[in-house]
């Protein structure tokens, strides 16, 4: 069972910055593609950031293109969500996620975490 952990959310003023950590269980970690998602009330989950296994290649929506960096330590069984300059537009439910395929599409994940709350307030 492959359980993940999302940590780090909170309520920050605009222009701050936080950084969220999502800890994944199990020794399958580096064979994982890793993503970050995130879904405002009443709107879809929608792709944040991805980091591939292996390469550490990454990439990025463009909402959040220059301002986050994703992130994995193998070592510790987590990836991480840097946020800088947030913008009260980032306020949602933030969701890791993990799976062999790990594309920009939700559905190419197969492990999801519960969620953090981040709060951009202006």
């Known amino acids: 069972q492959v359980q993940l952990v999302e940590s780090g959310g909170g309520l920050v003023q605009a222009g701050a910055s936080l950084r969220l950590s999502c800890a994944v269980s199990?020794?399958?970690?580096?064979?994982?593609?890793m993503g970050w998602f995130r879904q405002a009330p009443g709107a879809e989950r929608e792709f944040v950031a991805k980091?591939?296994?292996?390469?550490?290649?990454?990439n990025y929506a463009d909402s959040v293109k220059g301002r986050f960096t994703i992130s994995r330590d193998n070592a510790k069984n987590t990836v991480y969500l840097q946020m800088n300059s947030l913008k009260p537009e980032d306020t949602a439910v933030y969701y890791c996620?993990?799976?062999?395929?790990?594309?920009?599409?939700?559905?190419?994940?197969?492990?999801w975490g519960q969620g953090t709350q981040v709060t951009v307030s202006s």
């Open positions: 996620a993990a799976g062999p395929v790990g594309g920009s599409s939700k559905n190419t994940y197969t492990y």
């Open positions: 980091i591939w296994r292996f390469t550490n290649v990454t």
């Open positions: 199990g020794r399958s970690f580096r064979t994982y593609n």
